[in-house]
């Protein structure tokens, strides 16, 4: 397993701003994902981010809209950008640290509201 | 496509009653299958997962999970609930990319 975090664990924004959330891990790890959990809903897949490489994004997503950064093995960020009250939504991080057995740990997630 | 169904939206169980909570895919191959737990204000902590061989798995916290292939199922169970395993519990089928059924929120009587 490992040990994940998040900042910040939530956030009250107005909308038309940005918000960038940091995922740190405490091994390196290849694989990172960031999910979507919009109030009452399942989770559903944002992007994957591999280090040295550009972010997949999953069918509805864009980079323009959701932009990610992977600088080392340990680390990513996800922005939410020009947002709007559609994206009051929890967000998580997590890792495979198997890299071949496709286990996935979460970080604890970060709570947005936007107004 | 592949899916996950979880049919229960929202069970109420009595402390130390027994417990299952449903679990139907539809996977084009092999299914790696996963159970998270979220308990409130949380993120997801792993329960279980079966990839293959013994089709009964034991998970942490007092579960397991039973894969069927015939019946595309992989039931949670526990025998014995207590108040603290009172949270929303997610069924999850995939390599690399999860996808998640809509999960079931279980409540705990005293």
């Known amino acids: 397993s490992a040990v994940i975090s998040q900042k910040p664990s939530r956030d009250i924004c107005q909308r038309g701003t940005s918000l960038t959330i940091q995922c740190q891990v405490d091994?390196?790890?290849?694989?990172m994902f960031w999910y979507r959990q919009q109030p009452g809903q399942s989770l559903t897949l944002i992007a994957t981010?591999?280090?040295?490489?550009?972010?997949?994004?999953e069918s509805g997503f864009v980079i323009d809209k959701f932009p990610i950064s992977r600088p080392n093995l340990t680390f990513s960020t996800l922005t939410v950008s020009n947002m709007s009250p559609e994206d009051s939504s929890i967000y998580l991080c997590?890792?495979?640290?198997?890299?071949?057995?496709?286990?996935?740990?979460f970080g604890p997630g970060t709570r947005l509201t936007v107004l | 496509a592949q899916s996950v169904t979880q049919p229960d939206i929202h069970i109420t169980v009595s402390e130390g009653a027994s417990l299952e909570l449903r679990c139907n895919y539809s996977?084009?191959?092999?299914?790696?299958l996963f159970w998270y737990v979220q308990s409130p204000g949380q993120g997801l902590q792993l329960l279980l997962k079966?990839?293959?061989?013994?089709?009964l798995v034991q998970g942490i916290k007092g579960f397991e999970a039973e894969f069927k292939r015939s019946q595309s199922s992989f039931n949670l169970r526990k025998p014995s609930v207590h108040w603290s395993d009172a949270a929303e519990y997610f069924c999850?089928?995939?390599?690399?990319?999860?996808?998640f059924g809509q999960g079931t929120e279980l409540s705990v009587k005293p």
């Open positions: 091994s390196q790890v290849t694989m």
């Open positions: 997590s890792v495979d640290t198997s890299g071949t057995t496709d286990t996935q740990y």
């Open positions: 999850a089928v995939g390599g690399g990319k999860l996808i």
């Open positions: 079966y990839f293959s061989g013994d089709t």
């Open positions: 981010a591999n280090q040295g490489s550009e972010a997949t994004y």
């Open positions: 996977y084009g191959a092999t299914p790696y």
